[in-house]
């Protein structure tokens, strides 16, 4: 019998007269086929005829195949982890139930407690300030870049105080933030430095991966993201050598199966970090989860130069029109993800702000969302004790973008009809603006 690894006490006994299985209860043909038609769905006579022969072969199959012995943890998850170190050029990357999660363990690491100070962009999604909100950290929030809409550094300068303890930029749309001014202030006072990476996996800075320049970079594979992970998932990276023996059990309750306590099967501890001690908690992924990303990472360049196709595209067509600032392509040095297809309105030539914009480009059936609300005027900070008015005076540049200049429309899975209509209902819009009707 093959020799097993250090015990990983969630079982899996192997071949013993009286085994005990890591899986309680296995998935059969019946639980599979239910799978099948929500990953595939249809209608009509084909589809009913093509989900019978596959159903056929399926409980054909379930007759002489053996259910997986692990559905957690396993060869799967670090398949995956190995390909995101050899794709991103790091060491240790560490497959988590969600980007969040990195969140929670950079900060951890980090050993913020209440008082301390992050700086987080005006413009962001809520988890990026979660984790430092729930434990009495002061959020301090940086002004946002007018061209990208990501954090400027040097509103980042004018914020930073003997208490800031994290600075956390948000590559917004997949845009690389400019990364060497904010590192030179980390390294200036001592601040640990978080990259947001949740919608920039592959994407480049200066010839350097998004997510592996900070100290620390978390990616999501959430399910709107341009890779997922069968819907959740994150990786954590990281640029302290110190902590990556760490990292992988910061990950799972601090167990060492390695080691054991008396008369039990392994030994658990605090995870070491910057400012001492910490406890780790579970963000365990799941073996499928780790073979959907294998799959997504093998074709996340392809997927990527499709996005830069339609966004170049997309830029054809719309730069003509002098009331519109198109999609920045990038170059040698900034490589975009292309999450999202940025485009900003100039107000005055165009007749309008955003919002009429947006109320006329919805009319005409084009989605677009401005990616994202800003994180002061949201409830929980009144709730926390911010003035949201207060905070908005020390970002103007915020306020004036995403409320009379900047949206963003999809950029993936569009036939060249729907990018078509797409750019003819942009340029119909602004027309409409400038003529005032």
Request: with cysteine.
């Amino acid at each position: 019998m093959e020799k097993k690894k250090a015990s990983d006490f969630r079982y899996n006994t192997g071949e013993t007269k009286v085994p005990w299985a890591a899986v309680g209860e296995n998935y059969n043909a019946e639980d599979l086929m239910t799978i099948i038609r929500f990953m595939m769905k249809g209608k009509g006579a084909d589809y009913d005829k093509a989900i019978e022969a596959v159903e056929k072969d399926i409980y054909a199959l379930d007759k002489v195949a053996v259910p997986p012995a692990k559905l957690s943890l396993d060869v799967e998850v670090a398949k995956a982890e190995n390909m995101c170190d050899e794709y991103l050029h790091t060491k240790g990357s560490t497959f988590l139930t969600n980007c969040t999660a990195g969140f929670e363990i950079a900060c951890k690491y980090t050993g913020l407690k209440p008082g301390d100070e992050v700086i987080v962009p005006a413009i962001t999604f809520a988890a990026t300030m979660a984790y430092p909100l729930s434990i009495g950290c002061k959020l301090v929030f940086a002004d946002v870049d007018p061209i990208t809409l990501n954090m400027d550094p040097k509103d980042v300068a004018r914020k930073i105080t003997d208490k800031t303890k994290m600075i956390i930029p948000v590559h917004i749309g997949g845009y690389p933030v400019d990364m060497d001014p904010i590192l030179e202030l980390a390294k200036k006072h001592d601040i640990v430095v978080l990259e947001d990476a949740a919608h920039a996996f592959g994407g480049e800075y200066k010839h350097r991966k998004l997510g592996t320049i900070g100290d620390f970079g978390s990616f999501s594979f959430h399910e709107v993201k341009n890779i997922t992970s069968f819907g959740e998932g994150g990786i954590l990276c990281s640029n302290v050598t110190e902590f990556l023996p760490e990292m992988r059990r910061a990950r799972f309750l601090g167990t060492d199966f390695t080691k054991h306590i008396k008369d039990w099967l392994y030994e658990v501890t605090s995870i070491q970090g910057k400012r001492g001690p910490f406890v780790a908690t579970n963000f365990s992924t799941t073996e499928i989860q780790g073979l959907g990303l294998q799959l997504q990472i093998a074709r996340n360049d392809q997927i990527m130069k499709a996005r830069r196709d339609a966004a170049a595209y997309l830029n054809s067509r719309l730069e003509g029109c002098n009331a519109l600032r198109v999609q920045d392509l990038g170059n040698d040095d900034i490589v975009p993800t292309f999450h999202l297809y940025q485009l900003q309105i100039d107000p005055e030539k165009a007749g309008g702000d955003v919002q009429l914009f947006k109320k006329k480009i919805g009319d005409k059936g084009v989605t677009q969302i401005a990616h994202f609300g800003p994180l002061y005027r949201f409830a929980i900070l009144k709730d926390y004790g911010y003035d949201e008015d207060a905070i908005a005076a020390t970002c103007p540049v915020c306020e004036e973008v995403f409320y009379r200049r900047f949206t963003h429309f999809p950029i993936y899975g569009l036939t060249k009809e729907q990018l078509d209509y797409m750019a003819d209902s942009i340029l119909e819009a602004v027309d409409e603006m400038k003529r005032g009707v």
